[in-house]
């Protein structure tokens, strides 16, 4: 397999599903016992590595923990002012009478940079795809990586406490 | 002797059945010249009520049909829709107890199964040894239709079993004499009876519902590889809340299920399935009347009613549905049949309901309630390597994970991961010369373990004692075919493999199967046969004493010839409680009872004019 997140889909699909017809161990049902189980084990791994290779996510988990690049939290201003905002917010909701429009809003702005973010990962991808396997630029691109994927992580979890909130306080 | 080619040629193939284990009907099925086919049961019919009568007297269990006649008459000997009781402990299914028309018993505190236990009179039965006896009837019915011993088969489970309920359907399966090659998911095998001769491409939804579980399974034809994409359900949703809700319907403000005595909650729940299914066939409103508690009640449903009372419950599939198509990455549009399996499907409510979750038209089978046999059978064909142009790809329904610091759930395999399926983790030690590690498995969606099912347990031992972290253990943790279990762990610095034993959290160990196998269903019957023989005699004991107190007295108060009838059937009788046949007592006991009538009656004039006389 090459080492890299854009896949032949249906390639892919072919070689998974043509080892499965070969492998399965409904194919060795009446065999002795040590076959069995190799079959099975066998065809626990297939499964694993399909399921791998066709989610992003486990990719760029592989590739960083192949490349040594630890998922160190990188904090940047960004996260630090949308910290801020997001307790303020939890203030307002107290006050306000009607809190539906400034948790809205925020919640707007976080599905906003979601989606950006996701944009920035598939740019990444796109350029690790580009460039050569290894070497310093790949590292770089890796590393960028793993602190979008952390960023993508504090996104979405943060939204997840905004909708927790609306459905506090009524508005879900 | 001659040689022949022959001789080096496979032994000829006993046969591999397919078996659909349902909440109210269950079914046996077999792949016969290219076509799955359904075996009749010992009654003559093709289906089997999973319904099982332990009578008072006799000492086989009666099932079937004829079990089915015992539902009112002796609820309290009658079990049905033990699947709901499966793989359960009486902690989970007290809360619904007084839907059960008999009893559900906690476990005895030395049980370390955790199980529910169902009692039929005198006797106390695991939901797995009630299935055990359905699973051998059936057993007996292929054999008899097949004129030759069958002892291995494929199970049918609902996808959304957990690993307990596998084990308990596996455990069954054991008990009545079948190795269980297979437990396959009820909608997957519906899936291969009906794609069978369909289309060779296309993305498809099944959805199943069946007596008390319901199933969603998303998934893709490849040229006869049927890929499961993803699967959800409910273990605890069916046909028969349908005639729980009529039930409570009927009583309305009057009486509670509490309220009712076993005899009465099978009547009412008998009506309301009857009046449930006369209404799917005619489409009219029906009339229930019922006699409860000595009063006579009557009220009639109609089709709207029926509809309302059935709409809340079947919406609560939508969700499931909805959590389906999101895990497999589809819209609605994008699936290219809907296809209906169970009982149920048959009413115009269930059809409409799950046409509104996924927006078109659904296909209806010509026969709901036995594709899943077949399916089944197929399934059992491919094992036997007869059939090797189709093959099953299912999933996990449930996620797997294992208890991490304060109390959260480490996920290891997730749900609608395809089996069989493998996660590895390592463990090490807390402690300095620490050599046993606890490990505690669950099954479930929450990040809280405690929210998730406990499924096992079990101790990593023999650690090298050394400095606290310095041990590596890895465990790998395997989800065989049939969506069960298995562990094994390996010590990472010198490679030994060290042994794993997993204690079910609610079920039977190995060790425990083996002793019900070998001694324990034996002694089961041995001191149930000895139950009925004391009853047996007890109640005939008095009918004898005042027969013998009376004969001398016989052949002047009816004649030396009815005496002598009755002498007769006192040494029958006599004779009969030497032996140790209940049925024989009781037959010989009734015989004196009829012959004695008369008697009996000279005999109560003779005390009362002795009364007057003496007054």
Known sequence: MPRRFAQDRAALQKRFLDLSRALHPDRFARAPEGVRQASLERMGLVNEAYRLLTDRNAVRDYLLAEAGIAGKPVRSMDDLELAERWFELQEQVMELDDPREPVEKFAGELQLLIVSSQERMQELEKKFDAGEESGSEAAETLREMSAAAQRGNTLRSMLRDVERLKARVGLG | MTFQIGKFEAPAQEPIVGIDLGTTHSLVAIVRNGQPEVLPSREGKRLLPSVVAVDAEGSEPVLGYEARKHQIRDARHTAFSVKRLLG?????????????????????????????????????????????????????????????????????????????????????????????????????????????????????????????????????????????????????????????????????????????????????????????????????????????????????????????????????????????????????????????????????????????????????????????????????????GNTTDLLLLDVV????????????????????????????????????????????????????????????????????????????????????????????????????????EVRPSFGLSDAEVERMLSAGLENKDGDKAFKRLVDARNEAEPILRATERNLPDADELIGREQADVVRAAVRELQDAMAGTDPVRIRQTRDQVNRVTIVLAEKVLARTLARASSTR
Not at chain 2, 178 to 184: A, G, H, N, Q, T
Not at chain 2, 357 to 372: K, L, M, Y
């Open chain 2, 397 to 500: 329904p449930l996620s797997l994970g294992i208890e991490t610091y304060g109390g959260l759930m480490n996920v290891l395999i997730p749900r609608n991961t395809k089996v069989p399926a493998t996660a590895r983790e390592v463990f090490t030690t807390f402690a300095d010369k620490q050599t046993g590690v606890d490990i505690h498995v669950f099954q479930g969606e929450r990040d809280q373990v405690s929210e998730n099912r406990s499924l096992a347990r079990f101790k990593l031992r023999g650690i090298r004692p050394a400095p606290a972290g310095i041990p590596r253990i890895e465990v790998s943790f395997l989800v065989d075919a049939d969506g069960i279990l298995q562990v094994s762990a390996r010590d990472m610095e010198t490679s030994q493999v060290q042994s794993v």
């Open chain 2, 88 to 384: 359960r402990s009486y902690e989970d299914v007290k809360a619904k107890a007084s839907e059960f028309p008999y009893e559900l018993v906690p476990p005895p505190a030395d049980d370390p199964s955790g199980l529910v236990r169902i009692r039929l009179g005198y006797c106390v039965f695991t939901a797995i040894e009630i299935s055990a006896m359905i699973l051998k009837e059936l057993r007996l019915s292929a054999e008899a239709a097949l004129g030759q011993p069958v002892h291995k088969a494929v199970i049918t489970v609902p996808a959304y079993f957990n690993d307990a309920q596998r084990q308990a359907t596996r455990t069954a399966g054991r008990l009545a004499g079948l190795d269980v090659l297979r437990i396959i998911n009820e909608p997957t095998a519906a899936s291969l009876a009906y794609g069978l001769d369909k289309k060779k491409q296309g993305t498809i939804a099944v959805y199943d519902i069946g007596g008390g579980t319901f199933d969603i399974s998303i998934l893709r034809l490849h040229d006869g590889v049927f890929e499961v994409l993803s699967t959800h359900g409910n273990t605890q949703l069916g046909g028969d809340d349908l005639d729980q809700a009529i039930a409570q319907w009927f009583l309305a403000d009057g009486l509670s299920m509490n309220e009712l005595s076993l005899e009465d909650r099978a009547a009412l729940i008998e009506g309301a399935e009857r009046a449930k299914k006369a209404i799917g066939s005619s489409g009219e409103e029906q009339a229930i009347e019922l006699e409860l508690r000595g009063e006579r009640k009557r009220k009639v449903l109609t089709v709207e009613t029926f509809n309302q009372l059935c709409r809340p419950i079947l919406e609560k599939t939508r969700v499931s549905c909805e959590q389906a198509l999101k895990d497999a990455g589809l819209s609605r549009e994008e699936l290219t049949d809907l296809v209906l399996v169970g009982g149920p499907t048959r009413l115009p409510i269930v059809q409409q309901v799950a046409s509104e979750i996924f927006g078109r038209t659904p296909n209806t089978s010509v026969h709901p309630d036995e594709v899943v046999a077949q399916g089944a059978a197929i399934q059992a064909d491919i094992l036997a």
